[in-house]
């Protein structure tokens, strides 16, 4: 059984940092692009950021550029978003999900909430 | 970036109902477009790529359609586990956008 779960979500104040982490399980992470979607309260979804199979190139939304690392860890079957300078409006629901080519997304964890809030 | 525009935002709808979701890309994006499922509190599911690919599992009832800049998502007889939100993806350029979103909601 696929399953991607994240954890590390929670509540931080404006301009300080987090780690998501994805375990990844049933399938050959190694294989697969991965990527972070988000989703703020009662909104819609949002692309972030995705990492190649090999961790050799990654992309990002301009909101995100220069404040969030997406990393990967081929051994571990594990993926990461580092996020500093966390902003009120990177509040949302974050989730992991993986596909075989960088576009779509056929499996996706359940998601970790991510609340910037003083 | 892409813009993707979804209509209505909201759909309300009977079982057995034929249902069509509008999207629509601020330029060409060719057949470079995904629709993902998603129901309240739980992650999107793939449903078509590439405009008119249906991924593996997904039932027949669901097509997609369309290039350029004009797409749709056809559900042939809506089913009670289709009541959900729908979302369209473009992955023409980066950053990969979504539309807004359409809700199906029942009548």
């Known amino acids: 059984e696929v399953q991607l779960v994240e954890s590390g979500g929670g509540l931080v104040q404006p301009g300080e940092s987090l780690r998501l982490s994805c375990a990844a399980s049933g399938f050959t992470f190694s294989t697969y692009w991965m990527t972070w979607v988000r989703q703020a309260p009662g909104k819609g979804l949002e692309w972030v950021a995705n990492i190649k199979q090999d961790g050799g190139e990654t992309y990002y939304v301009d909101s995100v550029k220069g404040r969030f690392t997406i990393s990967r860890d081929n051994a571990k079957n594990s993926l990461y978003v580092q996020m500093n300078s966390l902003r009120a409006e990177d509040t949302a629901v974050y989730y992991c999900?993986?596909?075989?080519?960088?576009?779509?997304?056929?499996?996706w964890g359940q998601g970790t909430l991510v609340t910037v809030s003083s | 970036d892409i813009q993707m525009t979804q209509s209505p935002s909201t759909l309300s709808a009977s079982v057995g109902d034929r249902v069509t979701i509008s999207c629509r890309a601020s330029q060409s994006i060719s057949s470079w477009l995904a629709w993902y499922q998603q129901k309240p509190g739980k992650a999107p599911k793939l449903l078509i790529y590439q405009s008119s690919s249906l991924e593996s599992g997904v039932p027949s009832r669901f097509s997609g359609s369309g290039s350029g800049t004009e797409f749709t998502l056809t559900i042939s007889s809506l089913q009670p586990d289709d009541f959900a939100t729908y979302y369209c993806q473009q992955y023409n350029n980066y950053p990969l956008t979504f539309g807004g979103g359409t809700k199906v909601e029942i009548k």
């Open positions: 999900a993986g596909g075989q080519s960088a576009w779509t997304s056929v499996y």
